[in-house]
T-cell receptor, first 112, second 113 residues
């Protein structure tokens, strides 16, 4: 049961540029989370935005949430080579407790 | 430092063999999860447990089994009934409560001999 879909599937940029990834979902959510995965490693939680929030910042990350469009975006400003990774959005359904549903991810490549 | 340890990092299974993947956490989290990741498929939930001695099936539980005898441990057995077990397996844990962030181990890559 795929809930979130990230777009684009892959993104290639130069160091210093901004990277924007989008996530769309299908049903009402409690919150939406973004995770990063470096190649061959586990996922790392980046940021959580609740359904009653519209924007949230953490360092070079900015997340927006539009519940009317059922979409979220993750902006990474001034990208670095170390930001090269896959990025996943995950949603929590109101009735599903702690279980998260992940999208297929966006693969970001940042070249120097 | 607290964290989640998965072992082994690489595992090979012969046809007809059951194998068990280990997951241990020292974060004092009540909830633990197992995911399967295939290339281009994202993560799919296999099983999760919100408390000791209790667990629920996820989207793709067929061919897998789990136990939760201790808070710290949530081993996953890939049985011979799982016909396509080659994948990257990720274990995670979180506090209980709706939508808690999850902490992940570094995964076990399972291949078929």
């Amino acid at each position: 049961s795929q809930q979130g879909e990230e777009d684009p599937q892959a993104l290639s940029i130069q160091e210093g540029e901004n990277a924007t990834m989008n996530c769309s979902y299908k049903t009402s959510i409690n919150n939406l989370q973004w995770y990063r995965q470096n190649s061959g490693r586990g996922l790392v939680h980046l940021i959580l935005i609740r359904s009653n929030e519209r924007e949230k910042h953490s360092g070079r990350l900015r997340v927006t949430l539009d519940t009317s469009k059922k979409s979220s975006s993750l902006l990474i400003t001034a990208s670095r080579a170390a930001d090269t990774a896959s990025y996943f959005c995950a949603t929590v359904l109101y009735q599903a407790g702690t279980a998260l549903i992940f999208g297929k991810g966006t693969t970001l490549s940042v070249s120097s | 430092d607290g964290g989640i340890t998965q072992s082994p990092k690489y595992l090979f299974r012969k046809e007809g063999q059951n194998v068990t993947l280990s997951c241990e956490q020292n974060l004092n989290h009540d909830a633990m999860y197992w995911y399967r990741q295939d290339p281009g498929q994202g993560l799919r939930l296999i099983y999760y447990s919100q408390i000791v001695n209790d667990f629920q099936k996820g989207d793709i539980a067929e061919g897998y089994s789990v136990s939760r005898e201790k808070k710290e441990s949530f081993p996953l057995t890939v049985t011979s009934a799982q016909k396509n077990p080659t994948a990257f397996y990720l274990c995670a844990s979180s506090r209980t409560g709706v939508g808690q962030p999850q902490h992940f181990g570094d995964g076990t890559r399972l291949s078929i001999l």
